[in-house]
């Protein structure tokens, strides 16, 4: 990673946010659509773990989801506190590293703990 | 256009001093035709003769006359009166995200060196032995690269941007839209190395597509459609690893 030239890595994220841009818009959509779906009926744990328990396909499409977010949204955290209030990359990246972590951490576990309870 | 002003004077305040100076107001007398520049000419000429402010061609040519007029960044010789005198008032000040070095006159190294850091000269393979290049003029590179050759660097643009004045080492829009002319330049054999120069958080990336550079341009150029370029670009050639 020393040898990777700052601008390329710069670019690079640059690039994998917007990325993470164009699935989360897909994402995004399927989500609400799924929420406004699935509260016509009403809404219950019950019901909601009888849908995803197992459920292979709700199960990837979280996995990615969470993905698209713990690698989007922490680049643009990044930027915002740089912007805004003046903090050099020494500092920014170490905050967006963490960011990544816990959404990635809490993402996967509410995912999983949907899927797999 | 309509001729907003009714009185015959002129309320103009003048930023007086350095960067921590302060507004001074002068009255002018109205004339037909009067452009801003003729403003701060009158001004230094009849009331105030140490008054510092830059400017050469009077026809927007040179670039040089350009100051922030009742908060925005324009050419003082191409702006009639007319157009921005809010009855009857002007406010002139420097240019903004530029140091100040006197009155209306700003310190334009950075702003230039900028166009040196983002790789802005021409770098040709051949010499005048060799034949001319055969350019398509209708070719999309060239078509992309005429967009954006007009720039005669008077820093509008860059004085209008606000990333330049959130980020400091920001190449900003002038730099970048020289860089994205070059970059659609046939004959230049320096690409790899201009797109490593503009790419990343001081350069291409950084832009957030505000516009404003766009929309205050003079000439009408559109240095955010040449830095979107220079950021699919670059990145592209950064996931190649070729940057």
């Not at chain 2, 832009?207 to 670009?233: D, N």
């Amino acid at each position: 990673m020393a040898t990777v030239p700052w601008g390329r890595w710069q670019a690079r994220l640059w690039y994998w946010q917007r990325i993470s841009a164009m699935v989360l818009a897909v994402c995004v959509v399927v989500h609400l659509a799924t929420i406004v779906h699935a509260v016509r009926g009403g809404l219950g744990a019950g019901e909601i773990l009888a849908r995803t328990q197992g459920n292979w396909a709700f199960g990837l499409f979280y996995l990615v989801f969470v993905l698209a977010v713990a690698v989007h949204a922490p680049i643009g955290l990044a930027r915002i506190v740089e912007e805004w209030l003046g903090w050099p990359t020494r500092a920014s990246a170490p905050l967006a590293a963490v960011f990544a972590a816990l959404l990635l951490g809490l993402g996967l576990r509410a995912a999983w703990a949907v899927f797999a309870a | 256009m309509t001729d907003v002003l009714k009185s015959d004077a002129l309320e103009v305040s003048v930023w007086r001093g350095g960067a921590h100076g302060r507004f001074v107001t002068y009255p002018v007398p109205r004339q037909d035709s009067q452009t801003v520049l003729d403003v701060v000419t009158y001004i230094q000429r009849r009331l105030e003769p140490s008054l510092s402010y830059r400017f050469s061609c009077r026809v927007g040519m040179c670039g040089s006359c350009a100051m922030t007029v009742n908060g925005i960044a324009r050419w003082t010789c191409r702006t009639h009166v007319s157009k921005v005198a809010e009855d009857g008032r002007l406010e002139i000040a420097p240019l903004s995200n530029l140091p100040v070095i006197k009155d209306l006159a700003t310190d334009m190294r950075e702003f230039f060196d900028k166009w040196a850091r983002a790789k802005g000269q021409f770098h040709g393979t051949r010499t005048r032995h060799d034949d001319f290049e055969k350019v398509e003029p209708a070719s999309p590179a060239r078509v992309a690269a005429n967009a954006g050759i007009e720039c005669i660097g008077c820093g509008v643009c860059y004085a209008s941007c606000d990333v330049v004045s959130w980020r400091p080492d920001y190449l900003g829009p002038a730099a970048l839209n020289r860089a994205w002319t070059l970059a659609n330049d046939v004959r230049d054999d320096a690409q790899r190395d201009r797109l490593a120069a503009v790419a990343g958080d001081a350069g291409c990336h950084a832009c957030h597509t505000h516009g404003s550079c766009s929309e205050r341009c003079p000439k009408q150029i559109e240095p955010t459609a040449g830095i979107a370029g220079l950021k699919l670009r670059s990145a592209r050639a950064a996931m190649r690893g070729e940057i």
